[in-house]
T-cell receptor, first 112, second 111 residues
Framework: GQQLNQSPQSMFIQEGEDVSMNCTSS?????WLWYKQDPGEGPVLLIA?????ELTSNGRLTAQFGITRKDSFLNISASIPSDVGIYFC????????????FGKGTRLHILP | EPEVTQTPSHQVTQMGQEVILRCVPI?????FYWYRQILGQKVEFLVS????????KSEIFDDQFSVERPDGSNFTLKIRSTKLEDSAMYFC?????????FGPGTRLTVL
């Protein structure tokens, strides 16, 4: 089946720095989703991307759907302490909406 | 804002016991899912449910697992005879338009 590879696995940054993480798939995706998971909670949808080349922002977050449809990136500008958590890329495995698969996540740490 | 709810938040059980995890999906959604997340690992798909039947299941979802929508609002996951390796966070999700909204999860601990 489809595989989603996220990098980096973890990041340690200073508060105020910008963050960039990305996700690649083994085959074409039609929708890219970015979720954030805080400790002990369920994933929360941050951004959904539907078209190749699409660039979408949600506050300090910006995500892009790669032109090849096999990758996506998520940027966070001017990081703050509440950005700490695990960021997952995800998407429907096929065009039908019946199975959403996840990458292994990028764990973001913010140093004091 | 509508949300997915799950009960209980934490379930502790003995190996071999049956557990039922409960979820109330968002009311106008048509697709329902169960995922699990073993501590420190990624979120793994278990099963999807549409039109009152399983539409897809993973290899994790063996004969020990079953799902049910007993009425118009609840969606349940039953594990018949729990194993130690079933210890995980179990997330229910529902979707309408290609992306899933997740509940807060049930932490299952099998002793």
């Amino acid at each position: 089946g489809q595989q989603l590879n996220q990098s980096p696995q973890s990041m340690f940054i200073q508060e105020g720095e910008d963050v960039s993480m990305n996700c690649t798939s083994s085959s074409i995706f039609n929708t890219w989703l970015w979720y954030k998971q805080d400790p002990g909670e369920g994933p929360v949808l941050l951004i959904a991307l539907y078209k190749a080349g699409e660039l979408t922002s949600n506050g300090r977050l910006t995500a892009q759907f790669g032109i090849t449809r096999k990758d996506s990136f998520l940027n966070i500008s001017a990081s703050i302490p509440s950005d700490v958590g695990i960021y997952f890329c995800a998407g429907p495995e096929r065009v039908r909406d019946d199975k959403i698969i996840f990458g292994k996540g990028t764990r973001l740490h913010i140093l004091p | 804002e509508p949300e997915v709810t799950q009960t209980p938040s934490h379930q502790v059980t003995q190996m071999g016991q049956e557990v039922i995890l409960r979820c109330v999906p968002i009311s106008n959604h048509l697709y329902f899912y169960w995922y699990r997340q073993i501590l420190g690992q990624k979120v793994e798909f278990l099963v999807s449910f549409y039109n009152n039947e399983i539409s897809e299941k993973s290899e994790i979802f063996d004969d020990q697992f079953s799902v049910e929508r007993p009425d118009g609002s609840n969606f349940t996951l039953k594990i018949r005879s729990t194993k130690l390796e079933d210890s995980a966070m179990y997330f229910c999700a529902s979707s309408e338009a290609g992306f899933a909204f997740f509940g807060p999860g049930t932490r299952l601990t099998v002793l």
